[in-house]
């Protein structure tokens, strides 16, 4: 049988591997999850599957190895997870067979016909339908929307701590809840003093910038091809976090000199980004908010619709996605009154 071999790499390098897929078996097909689960054990918006033809398996270039990678299984799922012990990120899982993540196969990028994005997955897990709301249709492919029979209220029963509605505090914790914390409002202090341009937006000074990114960097610490930032001043975060931002079961990465990520070393969610040219402003992964309203979390945040950060990176690398992506949030950021255009900086 003809088979057709890619090649996946981690950021860090630590994690390779190769599949051989039979080539009637291409394209292979694409989910978007939302579930809470993936959304809470990634940081992004939601979680990126493409199942593998039965019998074949990730084969791992020495000195990459199995034992390489950090596994997470929870009593909610039968899957286990696995994500790089070093960097974070998530390459996908099994159970019964292989589930990969379709965005760290670089070496393959110029490749055609190798995926179709063909569904979101769980898309009432958020009350607001995240990025099932904003876009619905990839390389002119209108993708399926499967719920799996289950109610919103059963989807929601995933949840490690459901969110609460009545609190004056946003919550930010990871699916094992090993990294937890809380987000205040804009204080005035901030909003009036120099350290606030960039950061706050006139159209709503109670509410936080956010944005959705494309990077490279961003889609090989992840293993999701975006994810969403929320930018927020260091002192507005509880309890205080340490100069190296590692509390709880963080662990930290830096993808290059001036830049530190930190994840969850139990369960892989991707937590914070960090720059030291900005030293009081920290990236938080959006795909670990617990807010009521939905994965977008439209009450505390105002959204750069118009434009998505490094978008020459994502259309680099899966020109159909991205394109959907960013033309999605100028439609979906026009309908919600978020501006098209703000200057991050």
């Given at each position: ?14 994690i ?13 097909n ?48 039968t ?35 190798i ?42 029963g ?9 609190s ?56 999701t ?5 929320m ?115």
């Amino acid at each position: 049988m003809a088979t057709k071999t890619l090649m996946a790499s981690c950021h860090c390098k630590n994690i390779q591997f190769t599949v051989a897929v039979p080539t009637e078996s291409f394209p292979l097909n694409v989910h978007l999850c939302h579930c809470s689960i993936c959304r809470y054990t990634h940081g992004a918006p939601c979680s990126f599957h493409a199942p593998l033809p039965v019998g074949v398996e990730p084969q791992f270039i020495a000195p990459s190895s199995l034992n390489k990678l950090t596994t997470y299984k929870h009593p909610a799922s039968t899957a286990t997870g696995y994500f790089c012990s070093t960097c974070g990120c998530q390459i996908g899982g099994v159970d019964g067979q292989w589930v990969i993540t379709p965005a760290i196969f670089d070496a393959n990028r110029e490749d055609e016909g190798i995926w179709k994005f063909n569904a979101h997955m769980l898309p009432t897990s958020a009350p607001d339908g995240g990025l099932a709301a904003v876009f619905s249709v990839i390389d002119g492919h209108r993708m399926e929307t499967e719920n799996l029979g289950l109610s919103p209220q059963a989807i929601a029963g995933s949840d490690s701590q459901p969110p609460d509605p009545k609190s004056k505090e946003l919550l930010a914790q990871c699916h094992c809840g090993g990294v937890s914390f809380t987000i205040a409002r804009p204080r005035e202090e901030f909003v009036s003093s120099p350290q606030s341009k960039g950061w706050i937006s006139p159209l709503d000074e109670s509410k936080w910038l956010a944005s959705m990114d494309l990077c490279d960097d961003c889609r090989l610490v992840t293993g999701t091809h975006v994810i969403s930032w929320m930018f927020v001043s260091l002192d507005h975060i509880a309890p205080r976090l340490p100069k190296d931002l590692l509390i709880g079961s963080a662990k930290g990465y830096r993808s290059s000199k001036d830049v530190l990520r930190v994840f969850c070393g139990t369960c892989g969610a991707t937590v914070f980004y960090h720059c030291d040219g900005r030293p009081e402003i920290v990236d938080v992964a959006m795909g670990i908010l617990r807010a009521p309203e939905g994965a977008m979390a439209e009450n505390w945040s105002v959204w750069r619709a118009g434009r998505a950060s490094w978008p020459e990176n994502g259309m680099r690398y899966h020109a159909g996605f991205s394109r959907a992506l960013i033309e999605g949030m100028q439609r979906w950021g026009a309908e919600r009154g978020h501006p098209q255009d703000f200057e991050i900086a």
